[in-house]
């Protein structure tokens, strides 16, 4: 079975502060995992994937087998990353997880 | 913006009745995607087409139908039998049905139930 949990609902930080955002995955496979984002009034989108291993705007993930997760980082959140995350794995289809909000204070 | 179009953004439903949800995509993809999404659930798979003329079950397909004549367009028909349709429903479409080809996504249709 895939499943997706992202354990943080909310999470608020302060600008210029690091957030991580977690995503931890099960599945028995070597699965694809991905972050997509979904900003206010703008369709959901895909950030980044872990095949990819790139930054976009200042995001990285990294997979970790072992603790089967692939967090979301930033080391300096700005306010315009408030948004809707979600953690999404393709194994045998693609499974998403129910997603954290992430506000960012000035 | 183009892309994927959903309509309509609302739609109501009376008890008993079959409603159709429409996606229309001009990116040219051959692989599209009905989800559903719940408060707190993230977005569940209902129905896939990797190409024209050929679909499968999600997760959750109970309840639901659907079609693809052509490329373009991939109708969601939210059925009788599905006894809480109440949701917001997502289509998306990529180039193929693979692991690395990214989603994109529509708008989305709301779904109420009178």
């Known amino acids: 079975a895939q499943r997706v949990t992202q354990p943080e609902k909310l999470l608020s930080v302060f600008k210029g502060a690091p957030v991580e955002l977690k995503c931890n995955y099960s599945y028995s496979g070597s699965p694809e995992l991905f972050w997509y984002v979904q900003y206010s009034r703008q369709r959901l989108q895909l950030l980044l994937r872990?095949?990819s291993r790139e930054s976009i705007k200042g995001f990285t993930a990294d997979l970790n087998k072992g603790e089967t997760s692939f967090h979301l980082k930033k080391p300096f959140a700005q306010e315009e990353d408030s948004a809707m995350y979600y953690c999404a794995l393709y194994g045998q289809n693609f499974v998403f997880g129910p997603g954290t909000r992430l506000s960012v204070l000035p | 913006d183009g892309g994927i179009t959903q309509s309509p953004k609302y739609l109501f439903r009376k008890e008993g009745q079959n409603v159709t949800l429409s996606c229309e995509q001009n990116?040219?993809?051959?692989?599209m995607y009905w989800y559903r999404q719940d408060p707190g659930q993230g977005l569940r798979l209902i129905y896939y087409s990797q190409i024209v003329n050929d679909f499968q079950k999600g997760d959750i397909a109970e309840g639901y139908s659907v079609s693809r004549e052509k490329k373009e367009s991939f109708p969601l028909t939210v059925t009788s039998a599905q006894k809480n349709p109440t949701a917001f429903y997502l289509c998306?479409?990529?180039?193929?049905?693979?692991?690395?080809?990214?989603?994109?996504f529509g708008d989305g249709t709301r779904l109420s139930i009178l």
């Open positions: 990116l040219n993809h051959d692989a």
């Open positions: 998306a479409s990529s180039t193929r049905q693979a692991s690395n080809q990214p989603q994109h």
């Open positions: 872990h095949i």
